[in-house]
């Protein structure tokens, strides 16, 4: 059995996602009061890009939640962004097998209609076992499974054996919304409980649970023209529609003369992050996910 002996949460590795920033934020004011939940473990906090908290932006030179792939960590790059992952890795990692931190939470918002989405980047016993039972203890929560190699992902929690990030939605970049903050902190605190239970072996003997997992199947993004301006919006019938099912030949998108696009795959599917506003730079409209059932 892998003991979850140093875990780190992480909240402001984008600048504007408001909830993480609070609540690592607060928690640091009281940090035993959250550590007391999983005393089996060392929990340590991080605010991951200080600098665009200050500014209120995503980030200042580029995305740090896209600079922690083993090129970027090794990259002689002087970009505030590449820079502080390098200092983070140094910190929590070293990325790699014998990294200091075994499992990290890092918190998200997105302006997409996503509930409380469970995002799970492997197949990772304690991460599967806690996240099925949080999708039967708290409404709105949702699996999204998003297999990458690991060593080539640029996201924080790649640094870590094992993470989830958690992206809490709709709320706008910049802004805060009481419920989502309070239901967040319910979530992570849960998660802390429950790798106590973890590193005492009693969560691994609980009865399995019934999921849908969300698999990642590809991007989609926006009819663009030849400099890059989008000439389509999400269908109205689309818009807040996160993990609801997409069938061949249903709206997908609407030009602005009001001319219907329709979704031409060969199955359904089903999208999350619709419309989220920082991916607009990353050239994605939505994510296409596969649902399956299944035992965790
Ligand atoms: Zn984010």
Redesign the pocket.
């Known amino acids: 059995m892998q003991v979850l002996k140093n875990i780190l949460i992480v909240g402001g590795?984008?600048g504007n996602?408001l909830t993480g920033v609070k609540l690592i934020e607060k928690w640091e004011k009281r940090s035993e009061k959250i550590r007391d939940l999983c005393p089996s473990a060392q929990v340590k906090l991080l605010l991951a890009n200080p600098k665009a908290v200050l500014l209120g932006r995503?980030y200042k030179d580029r995305d740090l939640?896209r600079s922690f792939s083993e090129d970027s960590l090794a990259s002689a790059e002087s970009l505030y962004e590449t820079q502080r992952a390098q200092e983070i890795n140094t910190l929590y990692g070293e990325k790699g097998e014998k990294t200091k931190t075994d499992f990290i939470f890092d918190i998200?918002?997105?302006e997409s209609n996503m509930g409380f989405c469970l995002i799970l980047s492997a197949r990772d016993p304690f991460a599967m076992r806690a996240s099925a039972e949080l999708t039967h203890e708290f409404p709105k929560t949702r699996i999204y499974f998003q297999p990458e190699p690991r060593a080539a992902s640029p996201y924080l929690g790649t640094i870590a054996k094992a993470d989830i990030c958690l992206?809490t939605g709709p709320q706008s970049h910049g802004t805060i919304q009481a419920e989502i903050f309070e239901t967040t902190e319910k979530i992570l605190r849960r998660y802390l409980e429950l790798a106590e239970l973890w590193n005492q072996g009693t969560l691994q003997s609980m009865p399995l649970r019934k999921v849908d997992v969300y698999t990642q199947f590809r991007d989609v993004d926006f009819i663009r023209d030849a400099a890059g301006s989008i000439r389509t919006m999400i269908h109205p019938a689309l818009q807040n529609r996160d993990f609801e099912e997409l069938r061949p030949g249903m709206p997908l998108f609407r030009t602005f003369d009001g001319e219907d696009i329709p979704y031409e795959g060969a199955q359904s599917v089903f999208p999350i992050f619709i419309n989220e506003a920082?991916y607009y730079e990353k050239g994605i409209a939505m994510s296409l996910t596969l649902k399956t059932e299944e035992l965790w």
Do not use: C, L, V
């Open positions: 590795t984008h996602e995503r939640n998200h918002n997105t992206e920082a």
